[in-house]
């Protein structure tokens, strides 16, 4: 039996103005019963990592970051620190996300500046890695994710990577109502962990988590989440209503 304790990740992407997301976090605080055997994040827009921070004080839910600059401070136009995450009260940060990599052009080698800049200053990367659907489709999924995992974690080794919350998200399933089953999820997940132990030995193999992400929702939340090698989830549309991420935190 599994003594890693489950994430769920709430990422809220460019939805909720700075009190839009406050009263959202609000919500959720007054739906979840939160126990040691669970924990949960939410990550807003920049403009609201402040004002959901001050809601969420002295509570069981922690704050993430959609993205992070490598560089501490310095000439880079429209980009966010980890100095100042960290100021804002965030303690993890979303890295690699699909969506990041497609429409901004992120590669494994800016993935692996952001895990590295993230690590340095005390933030838990959660690392998004998947496949397209035309991946998929040619059987490359898992040499997709052999790629993405080996750049992005490259020159990094275990004891680096103790915080590291990996995140499998196929990027077919991604605000297209289609989800991974159980099954399909469950086999990446578990070559995921043979790989982790491959790379970097049992022992944190066992003890990484591995998320799912790809239209988590309440009704297929429980079943997912009972697959052995899945360890939470990183939740998207889902999230944005209270009633609906506390339907899957709950699970």
């Known amino acids: ?18 009190a839009q997301a406050a009263d959202t976090a609000r919500q959720l605080m007054e739906s979840v019963d939160l126990t040691p055997e669970r924990e949960v994040m939410i990550a807003p ?10 809601v969420i004080q002295n509570s069981p839910i922690s704050l993430g970051a959609q993205n992070l600059f490598w560089e501490d401070e310095g000439a880079f136009t429209g980009e966010v620190s980890p100095v100042m995450l960290l100021d804002a009260g965030c303690r993890h940060v979303i890295i690699g996300h699909s969506e990041r990599r497609q429409l901004f052009g992120e590669s494994d080698e800016t993935v692996n500046k952001r895990i590295r800049s993230a690590l340095k200053h005390g933030l838990i990367p959660v690392f998004c890695i998947g496949e397209t659907e035309e991946q998929r489709a040619s059987d490359e999924t898992f040499s997709v994710l052999d790629k993405q995992v080996e750049n992005g974690l490259e020159g990094l080794s275990s004891n680096d990577l103790e915080a590291l919350v990996l995140a499998y998200e196929p990027v077919w399933a991604i605000g297209t109502g289609k989800t991974a089953t159980s099954g399909q999820a469950q086999e990446v997940h578990g070559c ?17 988590r591995i998320l799912y992400g790809g239209s988590v929702k309440p009704n297929n939340a429980a079943e997912l989440m009972s697959m052995p090698d899945i360890d939470g989830a990183l939740v998207g549309g889902a999230s944005l209503r209270a009633e609906d991420f506390a339907q899957i935190i709950n699970y």
């Open 192 to 208: 995921l962990r043979a790989k982790m132990a491959d790379r970097y030995g049992d022992a944190f193999a066992d003890s990484i």
């Open 1 to 18: 039996m599994s003594n890693r304790i489950p994430l769920i990740a709430g990422n809220w992407k460019m939805y909720k103005t700075a």
């Open 45 to 54: 827009p920049f403009t609201a990592l402040v004002s959901v921070a001050a």
